[in-house]
């Protein structure tokens, strides 16, 4: 296999082509992105910010990282790479882009399911510096950049995969910067995803209903799974983790947290939902 940074960016600023000289991003308008010493960018503007410091902090990024890093989502990560590689020629080359790459974990994954005779270009983004720093640490094949989904700082119609793990899907913004017949593989929580630990920390857990997913404008489906899977986690501290990587984190009153807290080990039914769009070929 043959993984490589993706060049697919554009200005935040102005849309046009970034090129990469040395340790800088630049557009012929002037703008320039300098590439930190970790090896990401950041392409999120001042005025494209909603708060100081956007996404994750620091500590629930590295919560994220143990947990994953342990494999309890690993039957999860395996369903996405089957899902992008899926119906590829044996020498095909693609572009992916992770919107909401956290610490770059199902990209990592990914990129070891891709088989010897193809070539990827991987770009992992997120609105969190910690999460792409943290990323950027970990693998250097990929492009990292500090982005939003909302104005991805990607040159339309030059990807072949988006992935949208858990996040905030911007459906125009997807079908911009896919090819046509380009892909959206889309994982979300089901009803009964982490039911256990919701019972705890919440006073009443009602039954959640999941809406059926619209197939967004742009885009037709091509499949629908759920997966299904219990976990165990053994100790205070991966009960911990997982608590820190969930909403549930700052929807939970102090007696839940509490709750969850005092508990040393925990059986989890883990649900979700994977879903495959594919770009229009005409609007």
């Known amino acids: 296999m043959s993984i490589t940074p993706s060049q697919a960016l554009a200005c935040p600023l102005d849309g046009l082509p970034l090129h990469c000289t040395g340790s800088v991003w630049r557009c012929t308008s002037g703008h320039s992105f300098d590439i930190a010493s970790q090896g990401y960018t950041n392409l999120l503007p001042v005025q494209h910010k909603r708060s100081r410091d956007p996404g994750d902090s620091k500590e629930m990024v590295a919560a994220r990282r143990r947990f994953l890093t342990a494999g309890f989502y690993q039957p999860i990560a395996a369903a996405v790479s089957r899902a992008v590689l899926a119906d590829l020629p044996a020498d095909a080359s693609i572009s992916c882009l992770d919107a909401g790459c956290g610490e770059g ?169 994977l879903t495959c769009f594919k770009r229009d070929l005409c609007e």
């Open 105 to 273: 974990y199902y990209l990592r994954q990914l990129a070891t399911a891709v088989p010897d005779e193809q070539t990827l270009a991987l770009l992992g983004l997120d609105i969190s510096k910690w999460a792409v720093l943290s990323a950027a640490k970990r693998d250097k094949r990929a492009t990292w950049v500090v982005g939003s989904n909302a104005n991805l700082p990607v040159l339309s119609g030059t990807l072949d995969r988006v992935l949208c793990m858990f996040g905030f899907p911007v459906y125009p913004e997807f079908a911009r910067v896919l090819k046509p017949g380009g892909r959206l593989v889309q994982v979300d929580a089901g009803p009964d995803h982490l039911r256990e630990l919701r019972a705890i920390i919440y006073p009443s857990l009602k039954p959640e209903r999941t809406a059926e997913l619209q197939t967004p404008d742009g885009f037709s489906r091509l499949s629908t799974e759920t997966l299904r899977f219990s976990i165990e986690l053994t100790s205070p501290e991966q009960i911990a983790d997982l608590l820190a990587m969930t909403p549930h984190l700052y929807r939970a009153s102090a007696e839940g947290r509490d709750k969850a807290a005092a508990l040393t080990a925990l059986s989890l039914s883990v649900e979700v939902r």
